[in-house]
């Protein structure tokens, strides 16, 4: 073990740098240590290429994958916003009516726990294809919505409740002033899971209906460039889409800092 | 939930009565008999408190007569204007605020949802974080807030409708002594300049004394009420606080308590 535990820091801020100097340190080593790999073997481009063979395809075969990007960031989009809507409005109608609730929340758990993948083929059966592909988007995406909601809007503060029932609040004021800002720090959890989920819902809905034929996201890029065996632009089509999920994922927990940061404990520094 | 308690409203009660109970008790749905039957009149501008052991009904009690939960027999009077919204004021033993609202609009929040023109709401707001001596804390978050001062807030929230009726469930007794004996003296100079009805809930003898004009002596649960004890002394201040006379109605205070508690053993 090293001598130095980030615990032991005197300061945050060298913290900070550190927790972004390390990833850095880690990835500029694999990288050259793939490099090196390739370049030592002599590993054939169509085998492994090496990163400069990545970066060059990235670059010379851009405007595809870039055409590629859009269309399945578009999807995971659709797919996101849809579980965000579709999530938080059926959890507040199951905290509306447990009728609602004990009819349909298996159904959801079922949709859940079924792997998409399996689905898909359906779903392209049935749907026209971009319509499918937001679908799965959707079905991967929207239960954390769902779970965390139904959560933020079971932890409310009985006495809050109390009060705005004292003050008779219609349920619309209830809605807005007490249940959805109460909610909102779940919500943004649940959110922030469902944007990583969208984006694989999608990639799997395009493998899936690559082989139909008339997909042109990244997924279905990858799943062509493999049968061409265009290896590297395999890696590249793969090096984008981590990007775009890591992008995903910081937008979405730098949102979810900014609505939190003046009240709640998730946002707030140790100190403060 | 509980369901909205239908809560009668009366302008023909004796016009000096605030609060009638007649026969009121209330069995929870598990069975726990919490409180009761208890009778009790309350007179406008009249400040009692209910003292009893902790799980003796004083917080069913006070949210029965808030209308928040239902009571499961007996009937609740409350004397009252057809605004029923602006008639009664309710602090939590809890500071109760919501935390993602700074103080103004946690206090801003009965006048919201009662409609109140932005600009009257805002005076009205700023009136009563001055009466508690906040006004400067408009904009700070609740969690910024000490314990007293969360309480402040809650106590402002409280006052803003301009309520008739001033309910309070051991709002207190989360706090130091000091914070509580000066919440306590703030407490009695805002009653004195506002001449409100307020039904204090503590489980404390000296806060019960010290507040009171009435203590109303509860026995373990089901709550009913033991003993009426009328604390008969104009000036409630810290000569008040250390007085024989303050001490012998602890002490008669306490007996009754004993007393309570004894008789519902025994039974
Ligand atoms: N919502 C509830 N459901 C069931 N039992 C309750 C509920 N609220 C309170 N009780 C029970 O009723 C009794 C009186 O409670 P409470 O009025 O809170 O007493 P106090 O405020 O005097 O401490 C307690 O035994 C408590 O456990
Ligand atoms: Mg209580």
């Known amino acids: 073990m090293s001598a130095v535990e980030p615990s032991s820091l005197r300061t945050n801020h060298e913290r900070g740098a550190l927790r972004f100097v390390l990833p850095v340190v880690v990835l ?116 954390p919505v769902l779970a965390n909601t139904t959560l933020g809007l079971k932890s409310i503060d009985r006495n809050l409740s109390g009060l705005f029932q004292l003050y008779h609040a219609s349920p619309l004021q209830t809605l807005r002033y007490l249940k959805l800002p109460a909610a909102l720090p779940y919500i943004l959890g649940g959110l922030r899971i469902a944007g990583g989920l969208s984006l694989i819902g999608a990639v799997v809905a395009e493998i899936a209906a690559g082989s139909a034929g008339a997909g042109s996201g990244l997924a279905y890029r990858i799943a062509e460039s493999g049968y061409r065996l265009n290896i590297p632009r395999m890696f590249a089509a793969l090096l984008l889409l981590s990007l775009a999920g890591i992008v995903i994922y910081m937008v979405l927990a730098l949102a979810s800092h900014l609505i939190l940061r003046r009240w709640h404990e998730s946002a707030l520094g140790k100190d403060s | ?52 052991p902790s799980g003796c009904g004083k917080s069913t009690a006070l949210r029965i007569v808030a209308g928040l939960t ?20 309710f602090v939590f033993q809890e500071p109760t605020l919501m935390p993602w609202a700074t103080v103004h609009d946690n206090v801003l929040l009965p006048l919201k949802l009662a ?22 804390f408009a904009q700070t978050y609740p969690r910024e807030l000490s314990g007293g001062m969360k309480m402040r807030v809650s106590l402002a929230r409280a006052l803003v409708t301009d309520p008739d009726v001033l309910l309070m469930d051991e709002p207190f007794a989360a706090l130091d002594e000091i914070t509580r004996f000066k919440l306590n003296n703030d407490l009695l100079t805002l009653w004195r300049g506002l001449n409100k009805t307020v039904v204090f809930v503590t489980h404390s003898v000296f806060e019960s004394v010290f507040l009171s004009q009435r203590v109303i002596v509860m026995t373990a649960r089901p709550g009913r009420i033991a003993a009426e004890i009328g604390i008969d002394a104009p000036e409630r201040n810290e000569d008040f606080r250390t007085s024989a006379e303050y001490a012998a109605y602890c002490r008669a205070a306490s007996i009754a308590l004993a007393h309570a508690s004894d008789a519902k053993a025994q039974s």
């Open chain 2, 115 to 136: 409609h109140v023109a932005r600009i009257e709401a805002d005076r009205r707001v700023g009136d009563a974080l001055e009466r508690v001596g906040l006004a400067e």
């Open chain 1, 28 to 143: 500029t080593i694999g990288v050259l240590a793939w490099d090196l790999i390739v370049r030592l073997n002599q590993i054939p481009p169509y085998v492994l290429p090496s990163p400069g063979a990545v970066v060059r395809t990235l670059i010379s075969d851009w405007p595809i994958l870039w055409a590629s990007l859009l269309t399945t960031l578009l999807t995971t989009f659709e797919g996101f916003v849809a579980a965000a809507i579709g999530g938080i409005a059926l959890a507040l109608l199951f905290s509306r009516s447990k009728w609602l609730e004990y009819s349909l929340f298996p159904y959801a758990i079922i949709l859940q726990v079924t792997p998409v993948i399996a689905i898909a083929p359906l779903l392209l059966i049935y749907l026209p294809q971009h319509a499918a592909v937001v679908v799965c988007a959707w079905i991967v995406a929207f239960f």
């Open chain 2, 1 to 52: 939930m509980a369901e909205p308690a239908p809560v009668a409203l009366d302008r023909n009660l004796k016009s000096d009565i605030a609060i009638r109970l007649r026969q009121v008790g209330k069995v929870y749905d598990n069975g726990v008999k919490a409180l009761g039957p208890i009778d009790l009149d309350v007179r406008k501008g009249e400040f009692i408190s209910l003292l009893g």
């Open chain 2, 70 to 89: 239902a009571a499961t027999s007996g009937e609740v009077r409350i004397a009252g204007h057809a605004a029923a919204a602006q008639s009664i004021g």
